[in-house]
């Protein structure tokens, strides 16, 4: 399995501040990010499998949406993450 439990701790202390912080947006983001690279990776070798291109863009749209929150009401912690995870605006 590419997203264990430890992986998940691990991503969570990195960038929520605490593995028991699971709710924060930038950890959500970081997880979101961690699944869309292994989708993408995934789909490249794949190229007919339509349930995961459907579940990547969903992926997609959920991390946009977190983001678009953090740039709305945090532009610092937004800029921050961003810069992190080497994402596009």
């Not at 264990?4 to 983001?29: C, L, M, R, W, Y």
């Not at 992926?59 to 610092?76: A, F, M, Q, T």
């Given at each position: 399995?590419?997203?264990?439990?430890?992986?998940?701790?691990?991503?969570?202390?990195?960038?929520?501040?605490?593995?028991?912080?699971?709710?924060?947006?930038?950890?959500?983001?970081?997880?979101?990010?961690?699944?869309?690279?292994?989708?993408?990776?995934?789909?490249?070798?794949?190229?007919?499998?339509?349930?995961?291109q459907r579940s990547l863009i969903l992926l997609v749209?959920?991390?946009?949406?977190?983001?678009?929150?953090l740039k709305n009401n945090d532009i610092e912690r937004?800029?921050?993450?961003?810069?992190?995870?080497?994402?596009?605006?």
């Amino acid at each position: 399995m590419y997203l264990t439990s430890e992986i998940k701790k691990n991503i969570f202390a990195e960038h929520g501040g605490n593995e028991a912080d699971t709710g924060s947006p930038e950890s959500q983001v970081a997880l979101f990010t961690h699944r869309i690279s292994h989708l993408t990776g995934h789909l490249k070798k794949n190229k007919k499998d339509k349930n995961t291109q459907r579940s990547l863009i969903l992926l997609v749209g959920k991390r946009r949406k977190l983001l678009n929150y953090l740039k709305n009401n945090d532009i610092e912690r937004y800029r921050a993450i961003i810069k992190k995870l080497n994402l596009r605006k």
